[in-house]
């Protein structure tokens, strides 16, 4: 059984930074692809970020400059480095897996198996 548990969110003022991490339980870590996705109250969960098995990553447009997604192998551990935050990121992130090389650019719920519980994100204006 594969677990996904983040941390890292809270309170943050606008043009704040705030980083994510995600530690996935197992020991063949280095061959999923991870995601970041985000869902704000009475909205759909939306792609955020990822990174395939092989360090290629892919963004939302809206995130984009902003937010950097990074993993360590090593550590089982998945990152999201967020900066300019701006209320709209107010969200619960969560982190998702997926064994092997995901057909699309990672960014659908669809392509991934694994889920967290989620972090909650919370920008202040």
């Known amino acids: 059984q594969v677990q996904l548990v983040e941390s890292g969110g809270g309170s943050v003022q606008a043009g704040g930074s705030s980083r994510l991490s995600c530690v996935v339980s197992?020991?063949?870590?280095?061959?999923?692809?991870m995601g970041w996705f985000r869902q704000a109250p009475g909205e759909e969960r939306v792609g955020v970020a990822s990174?395939?098995?092989?360090?290629?990553?892919n963004y939302a447009d809206s995130v984009v400059g902003r937010f950097t997604i990074s993993r360590d192998n090593a550590k089982n551990t998945l990152h999201l480095q967020m900066n300019s935050l701006e209320p709209e990121d107010t969200a619960m992130y969560y982190c998702a897996a997926q064994e092997g090389k995901v057909d699309g650019l990672g960014l659908k719920t669809y392509e991934y198996k694994y889920w967290g519980q989620g972090t909650q994100v919370t920008v202040s204006s």
């Open positions: 197992g020991s063949t870590y280095s061959t999923y692809s």
């Open positions: 990174i395939d098995n092989f360090g290629a990553t």
